[in-house]
């Protein structure tokens, strides 16, 4: 260091502190306060038609929704919803069963054990899955499993199809969770004499199994309410499955019909199966935020 | 202590003629002979890059976790080389336990950590017990942690997380205990505290500590072994390499200039 360097240095042009405009500070300053109030402007213009669209429903819904509606069978324009809920969670949980098989194979073996270029390849297809419209997929599982399988129109059929829509999904969470477990925890526990395997039931797994079970709770969020996977699938039946080959209702299903069937009083029926498709959607999502705070508790620190 | 057996007469780790080959014939270790005695502590010391993170994890086959690595010569262990046909990598680490530069606890109970490594091999409740005790107390962390075993080990400091890795190392009564920069993510009080648990360890086990601080190897080894791209340049008594180096290049090390 020279001692030549104890000149002010050129920025400071004006000592006088509220006249600095240097370095373009004043725009910075207005463009932070500008961005500070679009970006809660932005989140009110997406809450607002969610908050708008759930108040309808409950509005159209609530006023004709009693203990019947959830125990009686569907009959022409009136009746009740017994046999769309139960076909929609028998359905959910065939799809999720099908989904978390396929899903979570995927994603532990993309994450864990495929090297680099695999799991590219893996994870292209993965996302390309993803992006398939659900029509399409509707239209596979129609060709697969109601024609060339042979299972008709049925719970098996939907279930299986929205399966396949729901896998990309949980296969997503579960290569994610357990790729970003730091690798100096698989270090660690390999370096205690673990063997690759207690590395991934005792370490890894309890690690990424709350963003798995994120992951599996929002693929049937997304799955609960889709229609066209069902569509050419399964039909609107009125009673609930009575086997895995029988056509089952879903909620979804009828919402469709029901709201293009110009009899009074359908409407209101696909107003109820919206209320309770709303209310199985938000308990889902409630479900995963529980799970990601009780998880970020315990992980607190991990992940630094 | 009770954890340890008998001593060996020999050395307990001897390294012949070991080269560790990265892909495109990159050498990061070049025939390396060094032996290891019961009861000591060595420090390996070098400038970064000059191997001694390689050096240690060859040491109980942690180097097969990177892929494209080659390795010639042989680390024998009691005698029996580690890299020998019939030996599973799993059990060498079980008796040569591993600590890294930062804490790598896991997500679990204080007492579940320390217990990690005798989980594995479905150790009884009452060994596991006695033998998270004892490793907790080797440690130096008994006294700190024993009112709160269940609760997380995350919440513990940075001190006390490593001084809890270096108990789980110890629960399953390793001979040798690897160190890689042990203290180089701690603050000057928990480095002091994880030193003060080497000087009492050394004078059970084999400690063989990789540090970029000479002033750390000054105060915890006897003996340190200087590597300098991939090669064992000198090895000697601490007091000797520190205050009479043979080479130049150890000189320029030691006072800073490599």
């Not at chain 1, 809450?47 to 759930?54: E, K, S």
């Not at chain 1, 993803?130 to 939907?158: E, K, Q, R, T, Y």
């Amino acid at each position: 260091m020279s001692g030549t360097a104890l000149a002010a240095p050129a920025l400071a042009a004006s000592d006088d502190l509220r006249r600095d405009r240097s370095g373009g500070v004043w725009r910075r300053t207005w463009f932070d306060r500008i961005v500070g109030w679009a970006l809660p402007l932005t989140v009110l213009v997406a809450v607002i038609p969610i908050l708008d669209l759930a108040y309808w429903i409950c509005v159209r819904a609530l006023p004709s929704f009693t203990l019947a509606t959830l125990t009686t069978n569907p009959s022409g324009a009136g009746g009740g919803l017994y046999a769309p809920l139960v076909g929609t969670l028998e359905i959910l949980l065939l799809a999720t069963t099908t989904a978390v098989a396929f899903g979570l194979i995927g994603g532990l073996v993309t994450a864990e054990y495929l090297d680099e270029a695999g799991a590219g390849v893996v994870r292209v297809t993965a996302n390309v899955m993803a992006g398939i419209p659900s029509i399409i997929v509707g239209l596979f599982g129609f060709l697969a499993f109601v024609l060339a399988f042979g299972w008709g129109a049925s719970l098996a059929a939907a279930g299986v199809t929205l399966g396949v829509f729901m896998t990309p999904y949980v296969f997503r969470a579960t290569d994610l969770a357990y790729a970003s477990i730091p690798p100096h925890i698989r270090e660690a526990a390999l370096g205690s004499g673990a063997r690759p395997i207690q590395y991934l039931l005792r370490v890894a797994t309890p690690i990424a199994l709350p963003q798995v079970l994120s992951g599996v709770f929002l693929a049937m969020a997304i799955g609960v309410g889709e229609t066209a996977p069902l569509y050419l699938t399964t039909s609107a039946a009125a009673i609930p499955p009575s086997g895995l080959f029988v056509p089952a209702g879903a909620l979804s299903l009828y919402i469709w019909e029901d709201f293009q069937n110009p009899l009074p009083g359908a409407v209101h029926i696909a107003f109820e199966a919206a209320f309770l498709l709303l209310v199985i959607v938000v308990g889902l999502n409630v479900l995963v935020r529980l799970i990601g705070q009780r998880a970020r508790r315990r992980l607190e620190g991990l992940f630094q | 202590m009770s954890g340890a057996a008998p001593v060996p007469s020999g050395p307990v780790v001897a390294v012949e003629k070991l080269s560790v080959t990265a892909r495109g014939n990159r050498k990061l270790l070049d025939g390396i002979d060094l032996d290891f005695a019961p009861r000591s502590l060595t420090a390996i010391v070098g400038p970064s890059g000059c191997g001694k993170t390689t050096f240690v994890r060859s040491l109980n086959r942690m180097t097969e976790l990177t892929p494209g690595l080659r390795i010639d010569g042989r680390v024998l262990y009691l005698g029996q080389n580690i890299y020998g046909r019939s030996v599973n990598p799993v059990v060498v680490r079980r008796r040569m336990g591993m600590v890294f530069q930062r804490p790598t606890v896991f997500p679990m109970s204080v007492f579940e950590n320390a217990a990690f490594g005798l989980r594995l091999v479905r150790a009884s409740e009452d060994e596991v017990d006695s033998a998270v005790t004892e490793a907790l107390q080797r440690a130096g962390l008994w006294e700190e942690v024993r009112a709160n075993l269940d609760g997380p080990a995350l919440a513990l400091s940075g001190g006390q997380q490593q001084r809890l890795c270096i108990a789980r190392a110890l629960a399953v009564r390793p001979r040798v205990l690897l160190l890689d920069e042990p203290t180089s993510a701690l603050d000057p009080a928990a480095t002091q505290r994880v030193e003060a648990t080497l000087q009492r360890l050394k004078e059970e086990i084999v400690l063989i500590l990789v540090t970029h601080n000479v002033a750390q190897a000054a105060r915890v080894s006897d003996r340190i072994a200087f590597l300098h791209s991939g090669r064992l340049v000198e090895v000697g008594a601490t007091g000797e390499i520190l205050e009479r180096p043979r080479e130049p290049l150890t000189m320029q090390f030691i006072t800073g200039r490599v």
